[in-house]
């Protein structure tokens, strides 16, 4: 027994250092065998009701070396522990004894990823205990590192590792290669090679860098925030996808993967919009929750001259099949908390696991003020019948002539919404008068107080 438990030590110790010294291959399968673990999406597809992954069927990477009991664990910080340790080597590289013997003796360093850094502390971050602020740091690290693991099964409840785990995963976007799929003390990657890494992180600067200095030439918060939300609007396209074997939540598909249209979810939105803030030094946050109708869903928070304010660029998407250059949307460009949560924007803050229970994040500062709003700042909220009527009928002109599809106002109070919205069917005979128009859509909102109809065409 002893010499058994000698040789799965040394056989660890050889696969953590040949581990290491590869930086490890891409195409690592993240499923695994263990069937009495809960695991969980740490942001699921929102067409499944659980949020749960099933393999997605690429070659297993590792394989488990542990003593005769199967205990096995990889200390916090990478290094192998006093008992028997687990080591997860790609099965195309199996290590031979000879192999073994001589992986032990190499000091190679480990793969050097360039990858975008943050100087400012989360919000997020700055609500957790000491001991939470250390997973997450730890977790972190880890990820950097391209580390499988940190800790053993049952250092952490589910609900404690899903917490800070999903921070990390929500609140960092520049580590846009690690994996939604979610199990106690394991890390995940959608790619593990790292000179990869290094050249996406190339592609996503690339335009990143861009939009962010075109950003620094304007002269308010408000104005930069608009320059990155109309080219997330502009330039993507929400895609219903299953996020665990691809990039659609992550920043890569947003600014770098090439496509002139980003597939993305409303992760993939709101990260880019965190990950832009970011770099031009704007205090932001990502916020999870869901859809009135159930669905996973995250946006934004942002912070412009000390009042916060919720920007959601994924429901601004008007997402065509077509894409119109000439089409954007407002809605929820810097809103208040009273216009979407608990209407649109349920369970904010939190994250519902494949048991049914909810895990809060962190609750977000509150958003109260309405003076950044779009329509605020651009003069477009109306206070009588008059005013708001003619301002209406002057977007749905403007929208037919050049070839747009939204025509957007707001008003001051429910009363005249329910005044203007009473005459929808006159909006839509008047839109009929313009050539090539067929008629509006109703896209109005009560609780932004939002009077909005799109232009239909022939």
Known sequence: MWKNKKICSALALAAAIAMLASGCSSGENNGDSDETSASVNVIG????ADGTNASDGSPVEAVTVTDENGEAVTGVDGDVLSQPV?????????????????AMGTTAAPPQLNISQTNTERYGYSTLTAEEKKLYDDIVAGIEGLRYKICDEDAYSLEEWSKIYGLVYMQEPRLFYMNAK??????????????AIN??????????????????GKSSTFEKLKVFHDYLVLNS???LKDEITNYNATIYNAFGSGEPQGNIQCAGYA?????????AGIVSMVVTGETNQGQTHAWNVIDIDGKWYNLDATWD??????????NIRYNFFLVPDSGIHNITHMHVGQKKLSNGNYVTYFTPPACVDNDQNYFVKTGKVYSDLDSADNA???EIERAAKDGSRTAQIAVSSKELYKQIYDKKMDYNDYAKGFSGVKGVSDECSESLLLIEFDVIYN
Do not use: R, W
């Not at 979610?182 to 000179?195: E, M, S």
């Open 45 to 48: 597809d929102p067409g499944s």
């Open 86 to 102: 687990v080591t997860e080597i790609d099965p195309a590289h199996t290590l031979s004894e000879d192999d073994i013997l001589s």
């Open 182 to 195: 979610l199990k106690v003390g394991k890390l995940f990657y959608l790619t593990k090679d790292a000179a």
């Open 199 to 216: 050249e996406m992180q190339k592609s996503i600067d690339a335009v990143a860098d861009k939009l962010v200095a075109e950003a620094n």
């Open 237 to 239: 396209t929400f895609e």
């Open 271 to 279: 990260k880019a919009m965190q990950y832009l803030c970011d770099k």
């Open 317 to 326: 998407d008007p997402i065509l099949n077509t894409p119109n250059y000439k």
């Open 392 to 394: 209406i009928k002057a």
